[in-house]
């Protein structure tokens, strides 16, 4: 109990700043830190939010007993049902169906993400990873402090063992729910859980910590990686989800491989796999392949002038669309870019005649007229160094089926750039730059 009580003063002291979110499951570790939490003070800044996963009969019934733990504490709680696919794996579905409700949330709110990750937690996280074949800094698995997506994430509990745990929760006689899926052992986690780290314990007592601290170990390497990343990305001229690979065969292969991967972290990639890591390292090879590309998951690479440039699959996609953009109306919405009077940084200026106009994707046979020549719209952007997917996004302005206006490239013969309206073309946050 004493114990208890002098982790929770720890807490106090400890806490960051602002409003705390904290993921209550309603098992054993989240009620626990819980109570630790508003002993320490801290309830006043602290809410909470629910996870209902749908995969048990019983999940309204967690929802219930949460909701009821929220009321007697006096914290605000929030209920958030979640669709799991299954596609990658039950775990993993379900962790991803987790983070993609509790990071928006807590941005949302401005709030540090509060997680009752454990120390067994972070042993069979090292364990499992390890089998996953993952490198320096999948191995360096969770850390107290970090940060996801932009959103701070705080894991108090991170030093201290399940066994721990439960004597401080029966010595507290706090009541809790346990998760009948946790015995299931056709579960991969469950099976190091039950299986593996009893074997494990009975050889060497300490396993838990001893890996606790391998990852610690593996997280500070990780953390060199980085510095060393960062100041090869700089040499590199790397900017933002824009990779130049001119000068990259100057660095190791260790080191290239390296800033790769920091890259795509930092731009929020799914992490590729060594065989596609290496496709993007060679993909210079391809210079004269306009379409030279590496895709993985829902991300792909694409190669342009001797960078690479990283979105989502579905952010290279062609515009294909043909409509009326009347005089005096809004402009009608584009995928991938957005209009604007405004001006800033990565926009595309556009000039809008007065009249009626269509706007229409780029096509092979459509020209404007221009210093009284018929130049083809697509060489006109190739020698404005447009890369071959913008081209295939940006709309082109018509009047009576001719084109009167390109984006990036000014008005035809003909138009008055005294009478026309200049609007700038934005990227989303999605398209590449």
Known sequence: MSDAAGFSQSLAEQAPDGPLLLALSGGLDSCLLLHLLIKAGLGPRLSAVHIDHQLQADSQGWARFCQALADQQGIPLAIEKVAVDMANGLEAGARDARYRVLLPLARAQGATLVMAHHRNDQAETLLFRLLRGAGVQGLS?????????????????????????????????????????????????????????????????????????????????????NEIAVQDA?????????????????????????????????????????????????????????????????????????????????AFQPWQGDVLWSEGAPPPALPHWHWSKQGAEGDIWVLRPPGNLQLRALSGSLVVRRNGLHQ????????????????????????????VSVPLVGLADGEEGDNSERWYLLPSNEAPR
């Open 376 to 403: 083809q719209i697509k060489e006109l952007w190739r020698a404005a160094g447009v890369p071959p997917w913008q081209r295939r996004q940006w709309p082109l302005l018509l009047r009576d089926g001719e084109v």
């Open 234 to 314: 700089d040499s590199l001229g790397v900017a933002g989800a824009s990779f130049p690979l001119t000068d990259l065969a100057d660095l190791s292969l260790a080191r290239q491989r390296n800033v790769l991967r920091w890259w795509l972290q930092q731009n929020r990639a799914t992490a590729p796999s060594a065989a596609v890591l290496e496709q993007l390292r060679v993909l210079h090879l391809a210079a004269g392949d306009s379409q030279a590309r590496v895709e993985w998951g829902g991300f792909a690479a694409r190669l342009y002038r001797g960078a690479l440039y990283l979105a989502s699959r579905e």
């Open 141 to 225: 698995a969770m850390r107290e402090h970090s940060e996801q997506q932009g959103v701070p994430l705080w894991r108090p509990l991170l030093g201290v063992g399940r066994q721990t745990l439960e004597s401080w929760g029966a010595a507290l006689s706090l009541n809790w729910r346990e998760d009948p899926s946790n015995q299931d052992q056709s579960l991969r986690r469950n099976y190091l859980r039950h299986t593996i780290f009893p074997a494990l314990r009975d050889r060497w007592p300490g396993a838990d910590g001893t890996l606790a601290r391998a990852a610690d170990h593996m997280a500070e390497a990780g953390e060199l990686l």
